[in-house]
């Protein structure tokens, strides 16, 4: 399948499991999302979980989907060792950027611009709920604009394989400690609550432009989410 695929010079993400680039079909020039997963080192928990991950998304896909998720199309693994799970490219951005240009420029967006988010995210999420996914990484960058409307993606990969690979604490190193719910970080079970708190993170940052929990560091932030 990697051969139906062709690089384009844009660079979507990167982050410690890998990066994001835009890719083309060459059949029909179609432009798509290519997630490269650092996948030939990793531990077998690792590879585990994220054969779990992967198949979640496809079966969702193959329901059809929601028009408020990324869809996910096809993965496969390259000869050089990375995981390539390849999505519908999102071209208006994400939801980071807009708040980090409104809030640059010092403007807001409008309450039913706020709302119409609100509403499509939990679409998405009640649908994911339905199904018993819980998505776990719910927050800014990880809602992606295209044609007119915001689409939930990124469905949490790359924290349960550092979950997996940590066991414990591991929360703590899965990037922004932001918009984690406070059992997440004091090591406790959870729920699909986790996801609810998120968004209410998330529809708090668009309206403010400045995340819900702020501190000097991040372990103050830990304390001032828990409290």
Known sequence: ASDVYKRQPQRLGKGS????????????????????????????????????EVNTMSHLSMEGGHPYLVRFRESFVLASGPLVIIMDFCDGGDLAQLISSARRKRTTFSEQQVHLWLLQLLAATDFLHTRQVLHRDIKPANVFMHAGVCKLGDLGLSKQVMMAATQAGAHTQCGSPLYLAPEVHMGMKYSKKIDVWAIGCTLFEAMMLAPAFQGKDSVQILQNIVW
Do not use: I, N, S
């Open 17 to 52: 499991f890998g990066h994001a680039t835009l890719v083309a079909r060459e059949d029909t020039k179609e432009q798509f999302c290519a997630k490269f997963v650092k996948y030939k080192h990793m531990a077998p928990k690792e590879k585990e979980y994220v054969a779990r």
